[in-house]
Nanobody, 120 residues
């Protein structure tokens, strides 16, 4: 079994910073892409950022220049550094990882979600 555990959400003032972490554990042979989605109340889920096993990254236009995704392959962990936060960044952030376990198939696993609230 595989588990993704997130940490780092919370309440921050506009212009502040937060760092989210997501650690994968369990039966892992390799991890392909990892990333973060977010969903605000009444809005569709949005891909915030993703990173491949080789380190290539993609970002939503709304976070480019403010958010940075990174990963530590030795720790099976993906990070999301969020700077210059805005109230519109308020959402539940969920990480994912495309994991190949000891069987052939690659499966997408999800974290439990963490609330990020940007408010004064």
């Amino acid at each position: 079994q595989v588990q993704l555990v997130e940490s780092g959400g919370g309440l921050v003032q506009p212009g502040g910073s937060l760092r989210l972490s997501c650690a994968a554990s369990g039966s892992i042979f390799s991890i392909n892409a990892m990333g973060w989605y977010r969903q605000a109340p009444g809005k569709q889920r949005e891909l915030v950022a993703r990173i491949t096993s080789g380190g290539s990254t993609n970002y939503a236009d709304s976070v480019k220049g403010r958010f940075t995704i990174s990963r530590d392959n030795a720790k099976n962990t993906v990070y999301l550094q969020m700077n210059r936060l805005k109230p519109e960044d308020t959402a539940v952030y969920s990480c994912y990882a495309d994991i190949q376990s000891t069987v052939v198939a690659t499966v997408r696993y999800w974290g439990q979600g963490t609330q990020v609230t940007v408010s004064s």
